[in-house]
């Protein structure tokens, strides 16, 4: 029998690690009556809450759309970090109010 530490940590394991500021794409299910297909969200992580679930911004034309996600959630498919940020706060609700060239966050070279 396994160490219970080792089994649990396998068994919750998330699917990506990121933070806040963070450019992600999410690929999650959508149900359409008897249809599943595959829809994407691209966006910027302004909060992260533990374990449980992320919120991800996203500007569709002027107009701002938030999107809170469960991390475990069995309809996400698959997290992309398209950019790392940098940002001083763990969450930037101050990112709602910036808009143009305000509302870029600096991102982390890779280097």
């Not at 034309?61 to 475990?72: A, L, Q």
């Not at 997290?79 to 966050?105: E, M, P, T």
Request: charged share 30%; hydrophobic share 30%; proline share 2%.
């Amino acid at each position: 029998m396994k160490n219970i530490k080792e089994y649990l940590s396998g068994k919750y394991k998330t699917k990506a690690a990121f933070k806040a500021g963070d450019t992600v794409n999410v690929d999650y299910e959508i149900k359409e009556g008897d249809k599943k297909r595959i829809q994407s969200f691209k966006g910027i992580i302004i909060k992260k809450q533990g374990n449980s679930t992320f919120t991800i911004r996203k500007f569709s034309g002027t107009i701002g759309v938030e999107r809170i996600f469960p991390i475990n959630s069995p309809i996400i498919k698959k997290i992309k970090i398209i950019l790392s940020g940098k940002v001083r706060r763990s969450k930037i609700y101050y990112f709602r109010n910036l808009r143009g060239k305000q509302a870029k966050i600096k991102s982390i070279s890779n280097y």
